[in-house]
């Protein structure tokens, strides 16, 4: 069996060992599927193979929407009677090494022996060089599945985590190692989408680059702001930063900013 089938028995198991809770990987079987059908795909050995990872993958994508036990247990136990049949179907075929698995290498054959110098004597005598080892190939890089028990610690384990963060965790609703991990991003910022201040368009997130003309902090009834005027040359900005005052005193006069 190749890396990522073996891989899907485990995780199976496991989720079953844990009563189909859908906690077997972090970010349940949807977030396993989106990563395991990729490399199921490249090791598929036949139409059937591939027919039988596409199945798992929808299965899979909705596995959480599944609420009552006894239907994860039968997608669960349905998959895993389906993999003991693939292996039975495919018995002794092989397979190219996937990602993961160590490639099985013919033994090297040995160096050839130097041979002991002999004494110094009349006549010199010449020694054929020992033939040159080759060097070892590189061991793949095997992927380890993640520890439940880690997983379940509170977030307080993890280094320079105290009560005032774990509270500020809490309430997005992450208690342990495992949930924080579970917390995505909710967006993504192209930094690399870059407009002069003149082609600007309301509402857009771009990147800008401009000298600093001004800058000053005033306080108001909410806080302190630090307002500056930044200008590129074809047009001029005004840059609001929200209680940081000490900006007021970095941001000098030409110094070049990228907002």
Same mark, same amino acid.
């Given at each position: ?102 490639? =099985?290498? #013919?033994?090297?054959? @040995?160096? $050839?022996?130097? &041979? ?7 006549? +010199? *005598?010449? %020694? ?17 599945? =993640?520890? #439940?028990?880690?997983? @379940?610690? $509170?977030?307080? &384990? ?7 963060? +774990? *509270?500020? %965790? ?25 407009? $002069? ?63």
């Amino acid at each position: 069996m190749t890396a990522a089938f073996r891989r899907l028995q485990r995780v199976l198991k496991l989720e079953r060992k844990q009563g189909y809770q859908n906690k077997a990987v972090v970010g349940g079987m949807r977030q396993l599927a989106v990563f395991w059908v990729t490399q199921a795909r490249e090791e598929a050995l036949d139409e059937a193979d591939r027919a039988f990872v596409e199945q798992t993958a929808d299965l899979l994508m909705g596995y959480d929407r599944l609420a009552a036990a006894a239907k994860r247990a039968e997608v669960v136990l349905g998959l895993l009677e389906r993999l003991e049949a693939r292996e039975q179907r495919l018995g002794g075929r092989s397979a190219a090494p996937a990602v993961g698995e160590r490639a =099985a290498r #013919p033994r090297k054959p @040995a160096p $050839p022996r130097r &041979a002991k110098r002999a004494q110094p004597s009349t006549r +010199a *005598e010449t %020694l054929e060089p020992a033939a040159a080892t080759p060097a070892p190939e590189p061991e793949p890089d095997v992927v380890e599945e =993640a520890n #439940p028990a880690l997983l @379940a610690r $509170p977030v307080t &384990a993890l280094k320079g985590v105290g009560p005032k963060i +774990a *509270e500020k %965790l809490s309430r997005l609703g992450a208690g342990t190692i495992g949930e924080l991990l579970a917390i995505y991003p909710r967006r993504y910022d192209d930094y690399s989408l870059m407009k $002069p201040i003149n082609r600007l368009v309301y509402g857009e997130q771009v990147t800008v680059v401009g000298t600093v003309w001004e800058a000053r902090a005033r306080r108001t009834r909410t806080g302190e702001i630090v307002q500056a005027q930044v200008s590129d040359g074809t047009g001029r900005v005004q840059v609001t930063w929200f209680n940081q005052p000490w900006l007021a005193n970095q941001l000098k006069a030409g110094m070049q900013i990228v907002l």
